[in-house]
């Protein structure tokens, strides 16, 4: 089994993406102790559903830990060369690129609710994503991060 969260540009992600979720929500996402390996592997192996892009015209998914694999049904190299608005249903799109906007200038969302679907097409409702915009130390803006807990698949 290949363990992509533990590269080294991985953990240091997930470095970025956990201090920027305790910035903007001010509480932690998951329990930080430990080094940030150790960290990195919880969020891999979070039951969370948790995902990121970068900051192109057309984000590419970045980092999906296992849950979110699974529920769009993707491995690693596919889910991390998928463009983020592919996630979201064609009709979708417009509204999902409008909340991101809404999120660049605020910080972040916590009340988000939208229909995604999978590869292999399976829709699904998600309620409460929790959106942020994801920092290096500097204040460089270098992504966004989605967190939701519960979904449900619809027909």
Known sequence: MQTHWASPHIVQWCQYLLDSYAHWVRQELIDRSGTP????????????????????????????????????????QQFTQTPSRLT???????ERARMLEQVKTRGYISDYSGIRISSTGKRFQVDK????????????????????????YIS
């Open 37 to 76: 390996l150790e960290q990195a592997e919880r969020l891999f192996n979070s039951t969370l559903v948790l995902a990121s892009h970068g900051v192109e015209d057309d984000p590419v998914l970045n980092y999906g830990n296992q849950t979110a694999l699974d529920l769009w049904v993707m491995d690693w």
């Open 129 to 152: 994503i929790v959106i942020w915009n994801i920092h290096k130390p500097d204040g460089t803006a270098v992504g966004q991060g989605a967190m939701f807990s519960a979904w449900k």
């Open 88 to 94: 979201a249903e064609p009709a979708k799109r417009e």
